[in-house]
């Protein structure tokens, strides 16, 4: 396959699924600028393992793994070289102009529940409320059918639970 057309390939597929992509950098960072900069690390990281597909699953269950496991490095590597964040100096001074301000929409609270959960509940869920069958929640995270089905029930509990508090 030329240059070219692998390019024009992987921009396709990219932009079908850029969905994925945003959903899972909308959960893994808090701040617009984390954000773009975690879609930019997922299409990078994309990008060069495009080549090695094989189309041994779906397309999207490339996505997701991909995505899921650079944004949990990209957040462990965060937390791991944290000097200091944004939030940090809320009470310093008034950054409004700096920090995006949470909509207090039913989405918004979902997502401030989604992100007290831990990694791997918090990659399960979003998975499950993208529509994915708890076949390629298996195959994607690398955990048993049952253990998905299993832990989609404690994990819709738990949220249920923070949802209460929030509201």
């Not at 396959?1 to 597929?13: A, G, P, S, V, W």
Request: with cysteine; aromatic share 8%; glycine share 4%.
């Amino acid at each position: 396959m030329t240059e070219n057309r692998q390019k024009d390939q992987f921009l396709d597929i990219l932009e079908k699924n850029i969905g994925i992509i945003i959903k899972i950098a909308r959960a893994y960072s808090k701040t617009l600028h984390d954000k773009e900069d975690l879609i930019n690390d997922i299409t990078l990281e994309l990008w060069k393992s495009f080549g090695r597909f094989k189309g041994d699953s779906k397309i999207s269950t490339w996505i997701y793994r991909i995505a899921l496991n650079t944004s949990m490095n990209y957040k462990r590597k965060r937390e791991k070289d944290r000097f200091f964040f944004l939030d940090d100096l809320k009470q310093i001074e008034n950054l409004n102009w700096l920090i995006e301000q949470p909509d207090s929409s039913h989405s918004e609270i979902l997502y401030q529940c989604i992100d007290e959960l831990n990694q791997l509940n918090k990659a399960i869920i979003l998975l499950y409320l993208d529509g994915n069958s708890h076949d390629e929640i298996s195959d994607i995270t690398g955990i048993s059918k049952t253990n998905v089905g299993t832990r989609i029930g404690r994990i819709k509990e738990q949220i249920k639970n923070l949802v209460t508090t929030k509201i």
